[in-house]
């Protein structure tokens, strides 16, 4: 089967940088992927890292390392709207995507 | 109108009773997913669907089944709801084209109370 492991809560203020982590186990690995969700609202796709590497898309950026079967989603300069829960998921190219519990990230003025 | 449209958006149900969660896509995708949220637990796989002709268990199918009437429509159903089913549930879509790198699209929920 598959696990992933995030941490529950990060809090950090406005205009910072904060990494949010993700280590998963699987049998079969083909990439991993990023979602927001703010409260009461659908999840929404943010990245999708394949290779090694970090990939990034305006403030947001993603990084993989297979070896290590980590990754991490970076926000910088940060907004209150992105105070929101953040859920990384594993694609093993065999059926649907397996999510973590997901990282509530609280932004303070 | 949306991209995936889930009804109903709430419902409160009693113990016993079969209830249908239903969703449709207008994005004319194969693959379709129903999710269950908890707090703290993240999206669980309930069923998933990757043609008309192709249903999947996920990890907590036990008490639901699914109907894929096209490649349009994939529905939930409680065949008999218990209060441990109140949950917000989710329905997805994906292009099998571009499997996950391009993301999932979600509708906006059902959030079902069993009472």
């Known amino acids: 089967g598959q696990s992933l492991e995030q941490p529950s809560e990060v809090t950090a203020v406005e205009g910072a940088i904060v990494q949010i982590n993700c280590t998963y186990q699987t049998s079969g690995f083909y990439g991993l992927s990023w979602y927001q969700q703010h409260d009461g609202g659908a999840p929404t796709f943010l990245s999708y890292?394949?290779?090694?590497g970090l990939e990034e898309t305006g403030r947001f950026s993603s990084f993989l390392s297979r070896s290590d079967s980590y990754g991490y989603l970076l926000l910088q300069e940060l907004q209150m709207k992105d105070s929101a829960s953040y859920f990384c998921a594993v694609d093993t190219g065999r059926r649907a995507l397996t999510f973590g519990s997901g990282t509530r990230l609280q932004v303070q003025p | 109108d949306a991209d995936v449209t889930q009804t109903p958006r709430n419902r409160i149900t009693k113990t016993g009773k079969r209830i249908m969660l239903e969703c449709s896509q207008t994005?004319?995708?194969?693959?379709m997913y129903w999710y269950r949220q908890d707090p703290g637990l993240g999206l669980r796989l309930i069923y998933y669907?990757?043609?008309?002709?192709?249903?999947n268990k996920g990890e907590i199918s036990d008490g639901y089944s699914v109907s894929r009437q096209a490649q349009a429509k994939f529905s939930l159903s409680l065949e008999s709801a218990i209060p441990n089913q109140t949950a917000l549930y989710f329905c997805a879509t994906s292009d099998p084209k571009q499997g996950a790198s391009y993301g999932y699209t979600f509708g906006s929920g059902t959030r079902l109370t069993v009472v």
């Open positions: 669907s990757f043609d008309v002709k192709d249903i």
């Open positions: 890292n394949a290779l090694d």
């Open positions: 994005k004319g995708h194969d693959r």
